[in-house]
């Protein structure tokens, strides 16, 4: 009977020091992870923000710069181009430090723009002079942009400390964004005086660390002026310490795996020309943004 309680205890002294052991080396692993894991995301953080200094520098230099030409067809191309450029900032300050592809993606479109930029003064030199003395207007526009720069950069630096606070692994993405316009039976339509409604598809990612459950979607779309387009009925969500008006909202079910998602916003009036901008949150981040153009 003593023998037996000695082998029982003896098994149960290598247990714990077996569990002991394997606890040891997983919290180990995991604390490798984690610095890993903070190293990549700092990494991707410090290569969006160059991005976004070499944008705003680009801006600055073309926002004010005037081409003297009686060629109307060139003087609108190389407007068309200025514009892409603040397009393409835009896109970059909403989207998440952690998309690579998109990130390179606006990078090479960058290097596309700057090269037609440079291409068009070049054509305006063999014409005629480039005039690149400011008015006090272009002073003031140009003055006007580098606050707005400046309240982009301090808006991207309270969204990098809330980032701080939670744990990358368990942020949800969204993906695979597109805008549906649909007419008044609900079919696609391309005539932008019949459009009563945007269809919203996108989905969001499957993240196994993810907290599962009911999640609250809320979607802000801006207009060609930047203004919110507002809800039929008023709903706002917490971001970064203030409550936001979004322009649509929905609840899912997420379990850890990719989840499509549609919503519905209907119009109240025509569409006007432009470009069209869309943001998603979820738990208090942006987690997808897309533009679309509405011709």
Known sequence: MKNTWAIVSLFLVIAVGVLGFLFFQQ???LRIT???LNTVTAEMEFEKQQSMEEFEEMARQYEDFYIKTDNDSLLKQFEEEKQKVQQLLQELKTVKATDAHRISELKKELTTVRGVLQSYIVKVDSLNAVNVALTEENTAVRKQYEQAAETARQWEEKSLELEGKVTLASMLEAGNISIELLDE???PCKRRKKVTKFALHFEIRRNITSERGVKLVYVRIA???EHLMPAAREEKFPFEGQNLACSCFKSIEYGGEDTPVTLYYPLTGE???GTYTV???CEGNIIGSMGFTIQ
Request: proline letters at 6%; zero cysteines.
């Open 185 to 187: 039976k609900g079919k």
């Open 271 to 273: 569409l006007a020309v």
């Open 279 to 281: 943001t998603i949150f």
């Open 223 to 225: 207009d060609p002026s």
């Open 34 to 36: 984690t610095q890993e």
């Open 27 to 29: 919290k180990q692993e």
